[in-house]
């Protein structure tokens, strides 16, 4: 026979902890803290069962629960030595919500059931307190109707506005016990005129009306919201816990509060807490008051004058100091707690795992650990790796108030402030008379660079997760919003129009990159710091780790972040965005632009200094670690010059005319760019300009070899490859430049060329392309764009809608599709494993850097991800919790 309804009080409980799913949080840690022998009021806990019963029969319940309920109602009874619904002797309780994952705030909770126009008086009575029994009633009143009976309580509480009013009261502790007596009057006639019927007297009506409007409410708009966002299934359901009620608000030794054990913003072991004397709950929410501190230490740093608990009542204080070591003892992390003392009795009502920061995180942590309450492999485990990106970028304070105008995608996490400038140049001159400045654009292209980097972050109304904007800025650091479609720019005018409100190049506008906010006028931050418990937990990290963490970095800039932040090398040197700065874009045009090879070489010879120099500091910059670069893979949109200024520009420097520049610019335009001539099919037509690079690269090598003695080994990776056939022209051409280097400098620098597996048929071909190919990077960017025949630019659009109508759990850019992606990633793995068992396989799309898709490499056996410098610290984690889930035994 299935058990509908479980039992806890007086040191014993019929559920416990690990009944949770059926219990609900609340119910299992109430159970559990029973059979702990803390003082926990009596009470009983309906399971998640009966909710799934209840939405899968019409909203009814199974029959046999009224029989238990009401034994329940005899138990907590017997050890209150009261009785439901007696009118002398009532026994009165609350109704609370609990599901599995703690959802704060989204349903529904009744007190003081059991009260009515007869029992109000033995309650005032037994309390000797007409005040308190009254009021207690009117809360119940205004509680329920707001709850089960849907009377708004809006109405009560103008009532007792106008109410006080009348009487020239302000607080409401100064209404006696007739002012309460009179307002219950008016309420329930209010009830009466609203509903047709009086407010229910009979406490069993009222006990299944909360009991039915908990669990209706795991249905309302609310929860199932909180639900999407936070993954949580509707199946699970809610339990109910009904409870005997203890009153915090009767009189001067008795109170209500709440505590952590520890500090939840710094994780500093004290107790943090604040109570209310006198009072219930909902006011210590309410803020109408000002809570007091708990211990002394606290009161003492805040500079309050109003006594902390350790002085007010330091019996209480005690016995809650032990209940809270224990606690914390028992669950083996930090609690959050709810308390009452009714007349100097401490009732403890609800403790739970503490939310914290992720500062708090670490330190708790490793805190700890090091006390030997946890081992190192559970302190790794327990910090979110997504949440690192709070302490390594300034973020919105989260108490602070803001004005949201639009939202686009959350590209390149961080929160900037600054003026809207509309472009580039703007951004720069801005920048250099000492203004923060946000470059707002549709989408962004190479000439922009510039703009970017003096910009403090980057808003576009076009472009997803791997655009232009998105994939820069993340490699910069910078917070990106993308994609913002509700937003208009009038680039003429300089003005762009969100929710109405027209902003001018000037006014000052916030975006937050880690939650695609942006909000008009500027917000107050929080700045990053990295404590001495972060390095720690990295440390534990990377020594149960199996993959490496390299990085996706091409500028000095980046590369140093990447080292500082414990990249063990370069996975990904964009070479063509080495030639986003400055004059390097106009070379790199000329070289796009010429029309046949003697032009084409004319400007690569302009370039080889260039190339050799970056590769050069490059190299010293990551010293003694792997450095893979990648051939040139310019995608031609973003680096064809658009304006009539940049095709002027390229031509001067080319010594043309700027119309013929413009028709062979107009040439080579395409219809899809992204599936056009770009990758190593520009190797494959104009082999020189590998041959360039490849020269550049080995005579970086051997330079920094003389000057340092220090011998790199350079990893040179062909794009987006298609065939083995293709593959090996390439690589002839690198093998053939690095002989000839080698001839002419003699020193041999060791090296090895690989394949980026970016394409379907690369996948497919795998072990075939292996057999020359002597490693491969999957570059899940384009594989993912190439697979679902989504564009990476013009995705951001529509995709949105995929994730909320389900079809797609997460954006298939950000976090990798496992079922279709990551199978041709799988193929790719076990065709090329079969032609060369030892083959190096990293990953170096922005996958490299989300969580959920390093724990999928990590199953593939993949050697190492490759991602955004300021996603490193991300990825050590996430690698290394990946590794203990496969460790089937986790040891200390
Ligand atoms: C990729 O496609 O995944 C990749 C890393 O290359 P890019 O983003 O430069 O196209
Ligand atoms: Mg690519």
């Not at 809610?238 to 209500?256: D, K, L, R, W, Y």
């Not at 350790?310 to 709810?338: C, I, S, W």
């Amino acid at each position: 026979m299935v058990k509908w309804v479980y039992t806890f009080g007086d040191g014993r409980a019929e559920g416990a902890r690990d009944l949770r799913d059926l219990l609900g949080g609340k119910g299992a840690n109430l159970a559990e803290m029973a059979n702990l022998g803390l003082p926990v009021p009596p009470g009983f806990t309906i399971t998640t069962e009966v909710c799934t019963f209840f939405y899968e029969n019409g909203k009814s319940y199974p029959p046999e629960l009224g029989s238990e309920v009401e034994a329940a109602l005899d138990y907590i009874g017997g050890l209150t030595g009261r009785v439901f619904g007696d009118p002398e002797n009532p026994l009165l309780v609350s109704v609370r919500s609990g599901a599995r994952a703690s959802m704060p705030g989204m349903m529904d909770t009744v007190l003081n059931i059991g009260l009515n126009d007869v029992t109000v008086e033995a309650l005032a009575k037994r309390s000797g307190d007409e005040r308190f029994a009254y009021d207690s009633y009117r809360r119940f009143i205004q509680m329920y109707c707001d709850v089960v009976l849907g009377v708004d309580h809006h109405h009560f509480e103008e009532m007792l506005e106008h109410y006080k009013e009348i009487k020239g009261l302000t607080l409401d502790t100064e209404l006696a016990a007739e002012d309460w007596k009179r307002l219950i009057i008016a309420f329930k006639a209010k009830v009466l005129e609203a509903r047709g019927e009086p407010f229910p007297q009979a406490p069993r009506e009222q006990l299944w009306g909360a009991i039915g409007a908990v669990f209706g409410s795991w249905q309302n708009p609310r929860a199932i919201t909180y639900r999407r966002l936070h993954d949580i299934p509707a199946n699970w359901g809610t339990a109910v816990t009904v409870q005997a009620m203890v009153f915090g608000n009767m009189g001067e030794t008795s109170a209500t509060g709440v505590a952590f054990t520890r500090n939840p913003a710094t994780g500093a072991k004290e107790l943090f807490g604040e109570f209310l004397l006198n009072a219930q709950g909902e006011d210590v929410v309410a803020g109408i008051r000002t809570p007091q501190n708990i211990t002394e230490a606290a009161r003492l740093a805040a500079g309050s004058d109003k006594a902390s608990l350790e002085t007010t009542l330091p019996g209480v204080f005690a016995e809650f100091v032990r209940t809270a070591n224990l606690l914390e003892k028992h669950y083996r992390d930090m609690q959050d707690m709810e308390f009452t003392v009714e007349n100097g009795k401490l009732w403890m009502l609800q403790t739970r795992n503490g939310k914290r920061t992720t500062k708090a995180a670490l330190r708790i942590a490793v805190d700890m650990t090091q006390d030997g309450l946890i081992s190192r492999d559970e302190a790794i485990a327990r910090i979110d790796p997504a949440s690192l990106e709070q302490l390594l970028h300034p973020a919105i304070d989260p108490y602070a108030e803001r004005n949201v105008v639009a939202t686009g995608l959350p590209a390149s996490p961080g929160a900037a402030s600054g003026a809207i400038v509309f472009s580039a140049d703007e951004a720069e001159q801005l920048k250099s008379a000492g203004h923060k400045v946000i470059l707002v654009r549709i989408e962004t292209s190479p000439e922009d660079i510039h703009g970017m980097h003096a910009a403090e972050g980057i808003l576009t109304t076009r472009g997803g997760m791997t655009s232009h904007a998105a994939v820069v800025a993340r490699g910069m650091g910078k917070a990106c919003v993308s994609g913002a479609g509700g937003i208009r720019i009038d680039y003429a005018k300089g003005v762009m129009t969100a929710s109405g409100v027209a902003f001018n190049k000037g006014d000052i506008l916030t975006i937050d990159g880690t939650t695609g906010q942006v909000i008009e006028g500027s917000v107050k931050m929080l700045q990053p710091e990295l404590s001495g418990e972060f390095a720690t937990l990295m440390q534990w990290a990377d020594g149960v780790r199996r993959m490496g963490v390299r990085a996706n970095a091409e500028t000095p800039q980046d590369a140093r972040v990447a080292r500082k932040f414990g990249a063990e090398g370069i996975g990904l040197c964009r070479t063509e965005h080495m030639f986003f700065e400055g004059d390097r874009i106009i070379a790199v045009r000329e070289m796009i632009l010429a029309d046949d090879e003697a032009g084409r070489r004319s400007a690569l010879a302009k370039l080889l200094p260039i190339q050799r120099g970056d590769f050069i500091e490059l190299f010293e910059i990551m010293f003694g670690l792997p450095v893979t670069i990648r051939l040139l893979d310019p995608p031609l949109h973003e680096f064809l010059p658009h304006s009539q200024a940049e095709i002027d520009e390229v031509a001067q420097s080319m010594g043309v005319s700027s119309e013929k520049l413009s028709r062979r610019a107009a040439a080579l335009r395409e219809v899809n760019p992204m599936l056009g001539f770009r990758g190593s099919r520009i190797a494959i037509a104009y082999p020189e300009i590998i041959e360039m690079q490849a020269r550049a690269i080995f005579e970086a090598a051997v330079a920094v070899k003389k000057i340092t003695g220090e011998l790199v080994q350079p990893e040179v990776m062909a794009p987006l490859i298609i065939a083995k056939a293709e593959f090996d022209l390439i690589k002839a051409r690198v093998d053939a430049t690095a002989k000839a280097v080698a001839i002419e400098t003699g020193v041999v620098i060791p090296y090895t060329v690989g394949a980026m597996i970016e394409t379907p048929r690369a996948s497919l071909r795998a072990g075939e392309i292996a057999e020359t190919a002597e490693f491969f990077s999957f570059g899940t960017n384009d594989l993912t764009q190439t697979c679902m025949a989504l564009s990476r630019d013009d995705a951001g659009s529509f995709l949105g809608r995929y994730v909320a109508r389900g079809v797609f759990a997460a954006d298939p850019f950000v976090t990798i599709d496992q079922e279709g992606v990551g199978e041709l990633v799988e193929i790719g793995v076990l065709r090329s494993r079969k032609t060369r068992p030892d083959i190096k396989l990293g990953i170096c799309g922005e996958h490299g850097g989300d969580p959920a898709s390093i724990a999928f490499c990590e199953k593939l056996g993949l050697s190492y991800v490759s991602c955004s410098p300021f996603r490193v610290p991300i990825a050590r984690l996430a690698a290394a919790q990946a590794a203990l889930h496969r460790k089937p035994e986790s040891q200390a």
